[in-house]
């Protein structure tokens, strides 16, 4: 069963990449906003930063701001490791890479947490690290 599941949350999680660049010519962003209601993102910027914590509400505005800002940018989702804690629970673990005019404007490593919800793959909480 965890197999099935697996197959059906990458295939999910490919969707997901697939609207993350089509996001970032159109500007629309709708397509990527599948968060649960008490969904936060924990940003580290710096190793003796505290990070910054945004609710769901703040990430859709800043997910929407970054993306009109770098609007023809490039999200590249490397060495992507995908693992099941459950038939309802995944984390995504990847190094992000925005590209702009062929130069690295960012580089992040991401982990997110993702549950199925009314038969529905949602992202429950993100962390994020800089690494330049």
Do not use: C
């Not at 010519?25 to 930063?49: C, H, P, Q």
């Not at 690295?104 to 947490?113: D, G, V, Y």
């Amino acid at each position: 069963m965890l197999d099935d599941q697996l197959i059906n949350f990458t295939k999910m999680h490919d969707d997901f990449i697939t609207d993350w660049n089509e996001a970032m010519i159109s500007g629309d962003t709708s397509s990527l906003e599948r968060m649960t209601e008490d969904y936060y993102v924990a940003f580290f910027n710096g190793i003796k930063e505290k990070p910054m914590i945004f609710n769901q509400n703040d990430a859709v505005t800043g997910m929407q701001q970054s993306v009109t800002q770098l609007l023809g940018a490039k999200k590249k989702f490397e060495n992507r490791v995908i693992r099941l804690k459950d038939t309802q629970n995944a984390v995504v673990f990847y190094e992000l890479i925005i590209e702009k005019d062929e130069k690295i404007i960012a580089r992040l490593f991401t982990i997110e947490n993702w549950q199925l919800i009314n038969r529905k793959w949602m992202l429950a909480r993100e962390t994020e690290e800089r690494i330049k």
